[in-house]
């Protein structure tokens, strides 16, 4: 049964208030409030729902239009069902995130079917309160998580009830949820990779850089957390490899960099005003991305933890070593390049931009020294550069086999869809 809001319209207005007059930090604040409020709902609808699924659409939910890693990987799972003959519908959960609680529809009326949901928990409880529960009940709930520490939060794993299954990209997170206590079936399927946009044969000038230099790359996201990412650490590091200027060429390329200036003026700080240092802060597209991690020569990464390290496999399909650090979701595809690996240390978690706050948690301190001497050794031998991306990029290559129709349809996601019609996405 669909229930309907007389005053709909008069939330509306009160929400667009919210968002317009109370201070960021508040609204903030008030998020685990909202998804608590979203858990509860979840949880009283599904007390009616029926065990079994009918056979049905395959609909493939997440922020699709965005430019994020998370929105990245649903498209390539988009891609990678496509590919398989699943036929799936694509919907867009930005817009459902503007409307109220039960509001929100799928692109399919008929129940049955999977709803795939490549969202973290936190989206997730919030996509599903905000549909009518008439149009989830009834569907086989697979959930697509990453985290980046060894265990999730507790949250976390009360909204993985909500889920039949939860899918993974890398081994590191699918560890993460089990020694949670995370119950429902948990399924590594690493990211379809090779299944996105052939890399292209780019020069830096695209960019407007030179191309004679030996370039180096560190790229990140500081809405993951910087610390996270630690590209202060990478400029660190260049410097240490080559010290006197001219030698070599570094881009940091930083995404969200506008809304944390204080990271910028430390990363400012550590390249100490050095012409071969290029802090890029302007917003590329997916695809951009790629092009510029292809007119480099090495990718480099001393992270602290990765849920699985998108960019680093883009490099290696692209034909560039990534030399990263050797711990966490990124050893699925780097175990077998010991070269490309960071040595490091693992230490209590210390987050001071607030993403992570996860007390009893490691992370991974990379060791500055080794990653000079590897990065210094890749810098004096293109041919070794060569061999390992080829290694990298077989690596890569085989996650396809997760995501082939034959092995699709010894799964639920299979067996609840294969037989669907074929219809438009919306």
């Not at 409030?33 to 056979?55: G, K, T």
Request: hydrophobic share 40%; aromatic share 8%; charged share 20%.
């Amino acid at each position: 049964m669909t229930r309907t809001y007389p005053n709909r319209r008069l939330a509306l207005i009160g929400r667009s208030v919210w968002r317009t007059a109370a201070p960021t930090g508040l609204r903030v604040g008030a998020q685990p409030l909202i998804r608590r409020f979203m858990e509860r709902r979840v949880a009283s609808a599904m007390r009616a729902e029926e065990p079994h699924i009918n056979p049905g659409r395959l609909i493939v939910s997440g922020l699709l239009a965005e430019a994020k890693g998370v929105s990245e990987g649903a498209r390539l799972s988009l891609r990678a069902f496509t590919s398989a003959g699943l036929s799936p519908l694509a919907h867009d959960l930005r817009p459902l995130f503007a409307q109220g609680p039960g509001a929100g529809k799928l692109p399919a009326s008929e129940p049955g079917g999977v709803l795939f949901l490549h969202v973290n928990a936190p989206e997730a409880i919030q996509a599903l309160g905000r549909l009518s529960p008439d149009q989830w009940l009834g569907r086989y709930r697979i959930g697509y998580w990453a985290y980046e520490l060894p265990r999730i939060p507790a949250d976390w794993v009360r909204i993985s009830s909500v889920f039949h299954e939860i899918w993974t990209p890398s081994q590191f997170v699918a560890a993460a949820l089990q020694a949670s206590g995370v119950r429902s079936t948990i399924r590594h399927m690493p990211h379809p990779v090779a299944l996105g946009d052939p890399p292209e044969q780019v020069t830096l000038g695209t960019f407007g850089f030179g191309n004679s230099a030996f370039t180096v790359l560190a790229l990140g996201d500081l809405q993951s957390s910087a610390s996270r990412k630690n590209l202060a650490g990478a400029i660190d590091i260049f410097c240490l490899a080559f010290p006197s200027p001219g030698e070599a060429r570094l881009i940091v390329k930083i995404r969200e960099g506008d809304a944390h200036p204080a990271f910028l003026d430390r990363a400012r700080a550590v390249a100490n005003g050095r012409a071969d240092i290029h802090i890029m802060t302007g917003e590329l597209s997916p695809h951009d991305v790629r092009r510029l991690i292809a007119g480099c020569d090495v990718l480099l990464s001393p992270h602290r933890s990765e849920g699985f390290g998108l960019p680093l496999a883009e490099a290696f399909l692209a034909g560039v070593p990534a030399l990263a650090t050797g711990w966490s979701g990124n050893l699925d595809f780097m175990s077998g390049t010991p070269e490309l690996l960071i040595d490091y240390t693992l230490v209590p978690v210390s987050d001071p931009y607030g993403v992570y706050r996860a007390p009893g948690q490691q992370w991974a301190e990379p060791d500055s020294s080794d990653a000079v001497t590897k990065l210094r050794k890749l810098a004096n031998n293109p041919g070794l550069r060569r061999e390992l991306a080829e290694e990298g990029r077989n690596a890569v290559l085989a996650f396809n086999r997760h995501w082939q129709r034959d092995s699709l349809l010894q799964h639920k996601i299979g067996q609840l869809t294969a037989g669907a019609p074929t219809a438009h996405s919306g």
